[in-house]
Structures are given as C-alpha cells and as structure tokens.
C-alpha cells in the first residue's frame, strides 16, 4: 500500500476497533484521519478532504447511492464491511468499490490498497453503470441482486433468455411547450405495437410475411413539477410509481420484480410509472436514483419513454456551497441516459421561438447528452401560422436553429379532448385520428434512428 494512505472510518461496533487498529498498524501504510460516527459526519470529512478511501459498515445508517455517489464526488473511494449485515450484490448496486464479506485484516488492507491506487474522480472499480446495477464486483463477476424466482410473474421478460438491453426516449420540451406528456403517451401507445403504415407496408411486400410481434414499452412520468400521467389516464394518483422505484434503487433493492410491480400494465403491453404526486416531493427524485431506475427499465421493456420536466438548469451550484439536491436532477438524468431526445415544440409564433431557444439550452445542457434529437412541432395549424402550416413551420426551423427534419404534428382538438375525457390513449379512442398517425410515424421514425445507430 502507499504509504500514507488516508483513511476515513464509519464502522459500527466491535468491528471499528479492529479495524482503527489494523488500518494505523506499523507497516500498514495507511492512516486513520477521522473515525465517523455517522453519514453527516463522514461526508463532511470527504469534502474537506481528510481522505481518499471511506471504510464503512454495511448497515451504516443513510449509506445509499446517493451517499456513495457524493464520496465518489469528493474523490474518496468507499470499500464496505458486509459481516451479513446487507448482501454483497446490494452493496455492489449502491456503487461501493470493493466489498469485504468477512473482516480479515489481509483482505481490508488488500481493499484499501486496491482502492486507493485509483485516481481520484476516476470511475468505480466495479466498470459500468450497468455493472454497478446487477451487482458486479470488481473482477466483473455477475451478482444479480434478483433471484430467478421473481422473474416467473412477469409476462413481458422470459427468465433465461439474458438480460433485455432496450431503448430509452426521452421526450422533452422548453417551458411552455404543450402538449409533452401527450407526445410521451401517445409515442409509447405507438412504440407498443406496429402503426397502420407498418401493416399495410408489410401487406403490400409479401401477404405471407408474419409482421414481427408488438414491443414492451414501459412510460415513466419524471415531471418534477407537473407530473400528469396519471390523471392523464385515470390511474390512482397516490400510486407509489416512480418514488417507490427511486428508492429502491437508492438502496441498491431495486429488482425487476420490484421495478414491475410499481409500474402496472394499463392496456397491451404499455407499463406505467406513475409520477410523484405533490411538486413538493422532488427530493425523492435523486439523479442517482434515476440513473439505476433506468438502466433497470431498459431490462424490463423493450422501449421506455420518459416524460421531463421542462427546465434544465443546475442553479444549487451556484446557490449552495455544500451539497444541494437538484430539483431538475431527474430530467437531466433521463437526457444523460436517452438514446433519442425528442424535443417537442408548439407550431405557433410563441412556440416556436421557445423552441429554438429550447434547442440551444440542450446543447448547454450541464450533463453530456449523447442521444440523437428528434425535433417535433406539436399541433400544426393554419389558425396559428397562416396558409400551408406544416411548410411555414419547417421553414421556420430550418432558418432559425437549422433544423432540416422536423416532424410534425397536426392539431386534432376534439379527439384529444375525447382520449382524455375517457383517459385513454387516442389509438385506443380516435384511431381514426390523423394525430395518431403521425404519432405512428414517429414511433417508425425512432426504430429507424436506433437501428441506424446500431
């Protein structure tokens, strides 16, 4: 081990005195600069930099991903003491470096020793997010944190055939942009199973060819200050939903059993993770959390669409100087992890403005957005922008924020207003509607970008 290797420790019990002692031994190479009684402190110490590796109990009250998280931020590696208190794939989830099943002092020291030689900021030890996720330690060893049992209910996902690495949309829009939870359920009703274009296509080609069975789509309502969904569709709106799912992943037990279980079947093979149900209760939102619900969703469903919030800006940093938690956290979390970022616009003066204002924030967004963007103009209409509505608004974009491909979308008051007396999608009550043709077109539109991607 380096020699003077700072040490913070936040163990409970009799355990803490064999481990002060077995870290500030001679020859150890390491020195214990803060004994932690709790959370509060032990984050303290790491911005303050007292140390570079945090040795901590399992059943540390408040250790959760979001503790880990902010260690990681401060530079400190965390190595945890399992001792049966939480299982070593739980601990792994949370996105602890290295796990010490059994005190023994030659494998604490070896953890430390394997812990401190990362550069600091670097990225845990354990690889990837996804990693981190299915409870993979180190040496990339599998510790699904889901036995094969709970898979067995779930009609979407056979136990067996691996895990399902699906596609996640985001569906996002500036401030005043209407209309982003309809373009977020309709979109997913349409990712659920083929268009009418698609059928007709497949008809015309070869009336023996099968068409390729509906997809798995799983929606999740992460508006921290509007959240819609669920009245949208008349579901209960005290339904745990995503809260539930946020903080089972935020102490490592987020399942897929779990994670299907707050998010019911609402008609074919569309799920529904219900959003919070008070504005107040962003805080339960972490991005951290977010980050593992979505990389657990991509397992569960083929397609998940996730309806943000409109704004994007990270002001705690400036306004705090200590940890804040991010009300916009969430949103920024489903950008980061999107695969497609569908920007969604009005088609009128007003809209069209905030849109391409909308569009230069995306690209100043403070977390990299990797996703290809999909540009949607909702509710086109001549009442709004005069003659010839789709070509004025096309025009409109290509100009202002060089936007070449924009799919649009026409206004059908009285159909939408029918879907949500009956809270229902407007395939399953319209479907007639040319809105939701062009929702189907959308969804074509998105396999394409995806497979191109491949």
Known sequence: MAAGVTVLCAVRGAAETDVVVALGGP???ATVTRRCGDVAELLAAAAAGAGVVAVVSADLPGLDRETVGR?????VRVVALGEDAAPAARLHALGVDAVVERYDEAVLLAAVRDAASVRAGAPPVAGSPADLVLGRGADGASGDVFPADDLAGLDDLQAGDGPRRGRVVAVWGPVGAPGRTTVALELGA???GLSSRARRRHGRARRDVVAPPPESVLLVDADTYGASIAARLGLLDDAPGLAAAAR???QGSLDLSTLARHSPVVGGRLRVLTGITRAARWPELPASAIEVVLERARELADWTVVDCGALLEADELLMYDTHAPQRNGATLA???AADVVVVVGAADPVGIQRLVRGLEDLREVPVPVAGE???VANRVRASAVGAHPEAAVRDALARY???EDVHVVPDDAAGLDAALLAGRTLAEEVPGSPVGAAF???AERLRAVVAAAV
């Open 334 to 336: 489903a950008l980061q």
């Open 190 to 192: 349409a990712l659920g």
């Open 440 to 442: 189907a077109g959308l």
């Open 373 to 375: 963007r999909v540009v």
């Open 27 to 29: 020859g150890s190479g």
């Open 71 to 75: 260690l990681h931020g401060a530079g």
């Open 248 to 250: 089972a992943a935020g």
């Open 401 to 403: 924020a060089a936007v």
